[in-house]
């Protein structure tokens, strides 16, 4: 209802300034010039500009006093604010809310503006219903609106409302249902929070308690109590100022009206079974261009199912199919209808009703999860969001700037999350799957995909890996190759790990020596027999013995391993540099220290690109 912003230790005038105003070169005459700006020939100077000099003017600024600029940037500054959604009056001012009042002050003096027809004052309007309050100062602001009943801190606000649910559930010997977004929602709406607890009929406890919670918290912003983590009939509601038997019954009768509706929803959809509103799906265009839902269904069956067989374990892999072609068939239910948040969780709720398996049932809810723990749900979820991107991208609908509207960042972050962190059979390859998802199209330029695709995972990739890595380590592992994401967060974290070691950073430098002495150079054959130097062959005798070892570490994915194996070649490159010219005349000598030192990148190469870091 009300927005304030408190400025401290303002100057009263700003700082008076200096412009250098410049005109021709000093060389030139400076009439004209002096004419253009009202002033004397002897009020000019010469300084110096770009190697040369010129005739400058030296025009001081008043410094304005602080309540003269304020009133300038105040409106300014209210109008910019931006919000979601904003309303529109007058002629195009937009805002929030229509403005009813505005109060400015610089200490005790008012800041005179207006903005469409409001002027300021020094009252702020208080509870509805309650006389205007006068501000006096900004000091006195939150207190003055404290005396007349106004909570004005919303961290305050928010503390103070958390403390008062949970004290009135421990009156009936409960505990709130706290949702982070509902209390700052509800901590918002109110300025002297009033906590009010109603009840509604046990017979509703019967409906499932997903569907409960979503009546009381998405539909009237009300708090749900449990007993022992089970639900109850009681509820907590914040009023704003008042509390009476009167308002407790409109609430509660608000809700049972809701509950009613879910409760027939809920008797009326389990009359038919899932396969039937599955079928239904064939109604619903998905996407222009892109079919029906029931298109999309049947080619997440197929490519779900066909994952399933290298990722999952026999006893998983029968449920997939039937998991896949019911994941999206709870959309056609009255229930998610008019609860569009319990899609997957209702799908859940039915199937356990027609008593299906359990492993079905929880991947029907859990697909649309980030990052689902059934290993059922991760497949199907991989192939659903695969699906969506490879549409999507096929049709030119790639994501620029802030927008994206089809949520397909948010798609390819869950791919990302399931194929790096998920425990699959075997690894998942980025353009393996991509290449597969394709297959369900027709008339799909794969090639065209791929290369529109693959860098927006690659960047998705990126985004994961941020939340746990720098971005030096994570461009030095993609760069090396991001089609196994599994395998770049583990190669991220063996970097990572190796960065605390001492030898890092020497061997660092040593892997850039070996980068920048091949740079223009040609790669050709390795020939043992033309190692002349003691250096050069000890180098290659550890080389090759410490390919072998890599070649097995990285098998094992044992990068912690990998990184020590490389770090004991430094001592040895940093003597063939000491010992050896590279650069040497003769030619088949120098390509093969070249090819040489190729091959010692080519080993570092397999893990991380140093030289990003």
């Not at 300084?47 to 003017?57: P, V």
């Not at 009237?220 to 308002?247: C, H, M, W």
């Not at 038919?272 to 239904?280: D, G, N, T, V």
């Not at 809810?365 to 059922?376: G, K, V």
């Amino acid at each position: 209802r009300r927005l304030a912003l408190i400025l401290c230790q303002i100057r009263e005038r700003e700082e008076g300034k200096e412009e250098e105003i410049f005109g021709p070169p000093a060389t030139a005459s400076p009439d004209g010039f002096a004419k253009k700006y009202f002033c004397l020939p002897k009020d000019l100077l010469t300084r110096e500009k770009k190697g040369g000099k010129y005739w400058c003017l030296i025009k001081k600024k008043e410094a304005k006093p602080a309540d003269v600029i304020a009133q300038k940037v105040l409106p300014q500054l209210i109008s910019s604010i931006s919000f979601p959604k904003s309303m529109r009056w007058k002629q195009d001012f937009t805002f929030a809310r229509p403005i009813r009042w505005l109060v400015a002050l610089l200490g005790d003096k008012l800041i005179p503006f207006e903005i469409e027809g409001v002027r300021t004052q020094r009252e702020s309007l208080g509870l509805r219903g309650r006389p205007p309050i006068f501000i006096t100062s900004p000091t006195s602001y939150l207190s003055a609106l404290r005396e007349n009943g106004i909570m004005a801190d919303q961290k305050e606000r928010k503390e103070y409302i958390l403390s008062e649910l949970k004290d009135s559930a421990k009156e009936i010997g409960a505990e709130p249902l706290l949702y982070e977004g509902l209390l700052d929602e509800v901590a918002n709406m109110v300025e002297d929070p009033k906590i009010i607890m109603g009840r509604f009929s046990k017979r509703y406890l019967k409906i499932p308690k997903d569907v409960i919670v979503a009546s009381m918290v998405s539909h009237q912003r009300y708090f749900p109590l449990l007993k022992d983590d089970e639900l109850t009939e009681y509820f907590l509601a914040v009023g704003n100022s008042k509390k009476s038997p009167l308002i407790r019954k409109g609430l509660e009768r608000v809700l049972s009206a809701r509950l009613a509706d879910a409760d027939f929803f809920f008797k009326e959809d389990t009359k038919i079974p899932l396969e039937h509103f599955a079928s239904k799906l064939k109604d619903v265009v998905w996407q222009e261009g892109l079919g029906t839902l029931h298109e999309k269904t049947m080619r997440v069956v197929r490519l779900a199912t066909s994952l399933s067989l290298r990722l999952l374990e026999p006893k998983d892999i029968r449920y997939v199919e039937r998991a896949a072609y019911l994941a999206k068939a709870d959309l056609m239910t009255q229930m998610v209808s008019e609860f569009p948040k319990l899609q997957g969780i209702m799908g859940y709720h039915y199937a356990k009703c027609e008593g299906i398996e359990e492993e079905i049932a929880l991947a029907i809810r859990e697909h649309y999860e980030p990052l689902p723990n059934s290993p059922i749900a991760k497949v199907v979820n991989l192939a659903d969001r695969i699906d969506t991107l490879v549409g999507y991208f096929a049709l030119g609908y790639i994501p620029k700037g802030s927008e994206d509207p089809q949520g397909l960042r948010r798609a390819g972050n869950s791919v990302i999350q399931i194929i790096g962190e998920a425990d699959f059979k075997t690894r998942v390859l980025l353009f393996s799957i991509i290449s597969e998802a394709c297959k369900g199209y027709e008339r799909t330029n794969e090639e065209k995909i791929m290369e529109t695709l693959l860098p927006f995972l690659r960047q998705r990739l990126f985004f994961v890996l941020s939340s746990s890595f720098g971005r030096g380590v994570i461009e030095a592992v993609l760069s090396v190759n991001f089609a196994d994401p599994k395998d770049c967060r583990e190669r991220a974290s063996a970097l990572s790990n190796f960065m605390k070691e001492e030898e890092f950073s020497d061997l660092t430098i040593s892997i850039k020596r070996v980068m920048n002495i091949l740079k223009g150079a040609e790669r050709v054959g390795f020939d043992e027999s033309l190692l002349l130097e003691p250096a050069e062959k000890e180098l290659y005798c550890l080389l090759t013995k410490t390919e072998l070892d890599l070649q097995s570490a990285c098998r094992r994915k044992g990068y912690d391993e990998a990184f020590l194996l490389l770090s004991k070649l430094r001592p040895s490159i940093d003597k063939f540099f000491d010992e050896i010219l590279v650069q040497t005349d003769e030619q088949k000598i120098r390509e093969n220290r070249q090819a040489l030192l190729f091959r010692i990148l080519s080993l570092f190469l397999k893990l991380a690109d140093f030289s990003v870091m």
